[in-house]
């Protein structure tokens, strides 16, 4: 987390150069993904945005490709999950007075964590973003995302959510497509990339879900999880 001053002058000294094409002309440009499109974090890309365009006298920033990451996660100052961005106006962060500033909060214990209603609106609320920074006809990269906590009922009361979650949200990003916000050169589908979370994460040290990774690193084996991202990807590789 960075104060959006930050990632405008980071943005200015490496991105704007390469933006210009000079060394590869083939070269594309990203922004720095925000952990999930809520409220506080649009508001915290806007006053990226803004100090952007007014430090260096712009309309826009010459971003070719965009990105975000997809979790749900509470946010919440000074506490696990995304925290809160600094800079927000809605932000205190005073925490030697007691004072705790929110984004969105969820219940914890539930299902919000792989809730596809949730995940639906975030991908749909950067689009909006973009739109409405005139970035629509552009491609839209979801760079991480998964189900990361690891709760003792995750797969002992639901078996299978962690994967049904997975293929819903494969299903999602290849027949989406929406004329009033997605790509025009991708038939309008409003996602053109994704990375699933995680490969093959520690989950024994860092106590990350267990079920959430595609190769067993311990074992080196492909888990059910992996082998059902293989399945799908197969039935839509391009054939000879």
Same mark, same amino acid.
């Given at each position: 987390?960075?104060?959006?001053?930050?990632?405008?002058?980071?943005?200015?000294?490496?991105?704007?150069? @390469?933006?210009?094409?000079?060394?590869?002309?083939?070269?594309?440009?990203?922004?720095?993904?925000?952990?999930?499109?809520?409220?506080?974090?649009?508001?915290?890309?806007?006053?990226?945005?803004?100090?952007?365009?007014?430090?260096?006298?712009?309309?826009?920033?010459?971003?070719?490709?965009? #990105?975000?990451?997809?979790?749900?996660?509470?946010?919440?100052?000074?506490?696990?999950?995304?925290?809160?961005?600094?800079?927000?106006?809605?932000?205190?962060?005073?925490?030697?007075?007691?004072?705790?500033?929110?984004?969105?909060?969820?219940?914890?214990?539930?299902?919000?964590?792989?809730?596809?209603?949730?995940? *639906?609106?975030?991908?749909?609320?950067?689009?909006?973003?973009?739109? #409405?920074?005139?970035?629509?006809?552009?491609?839209?990269?979801?760079?991480?995302?998964?189900?990361?906590?690891?709760?003792?009922?995750?797969?002992?009361?639901?078996?299978?959510?962690?994967?049904?979650?997975?293929?819903?949200?494969?299903?999602?990003?290849?027949?989406?497509?929406?004329?009033? @916000?997605?790509?025009?050169?991708?038939?309008?589908?409003?996602?053109? *990339?994704?990375?699933?979370?995680?490969?093959?994460?520690?989950? @024994?040290?860092?106590?990350? #879900?267990?079920?959430?990774?595609?190769?067993? *690193?311990?074992?080196?084996?492909?888990?059910?999880?992996?082998?059902?991202?293989?399945?799908?990807?197969?039935?839509? @590789?391009?054939?000879?």
């Amino acid at each position: 987390h960075f104060l959006p001053i930050v990632p405008s002058a980071v943005y200015a000294a490496f991105g704007a150069p @390469l933006g210009g094409k000079g060394a590869d002309p083939t070269a594309q440009v990203g922004n720095g993904g925000i952990i999930q499109a809520t409220s506080v974090r649009l508001e915290y890309l806007d006053t990226v945005w803004d100090e952007y365009c007014t430090r260096y006298m712009t309309d826009t920033m010459p971003v070719d490709v965009w #990105n975000v990451h997809n979790f749900i996660f509470k946010e919440k100052c000074d506490d696990f999950g995304a925290d809160i961005p600094p800079g927000c106006d809605s932000c205190d962060r005073r925490p030697s007075d007691g004072v705790k500033c929110y984004g969105e909060i969820y219940p914890e214990g539930d299902w919000t964590h792989a809730s596809m209603d949730i995940f *639906r609106a975030q991908i749909q609320a950067f689009r909006q973003w973009m739109k #409405n920074h005139g970035q629509q006809d552009k491609p839209l990269i979801v760079s991480e995302y998964g189900i990361v906590y690891f709760h003792p009922w995750s797969e002992e009361e639901r078996p299978g959510v962690t994967r049904d979650f997975m293929l819903a949200t494969f299903d999602y990003f290849m027949n989406t497509k929406d004329a009033n @916000l997605g790509y025009s050169a991708d038939d309008y589908r409003l996602v053109q *990339r994704w990375a699933w979370y995680s490969l093959d994460d520690a989950y @024994l040290s860092t106590g990350f #879900n267990r079920y959430g990774v595609l190769i067993d *690193r311990y074992s080196g084996q492909i888990t059910p999880l992996g082998q059902a991202f293989a399945d799908y990807a197969e039935n839509y @590789l391009d054939r000879p």
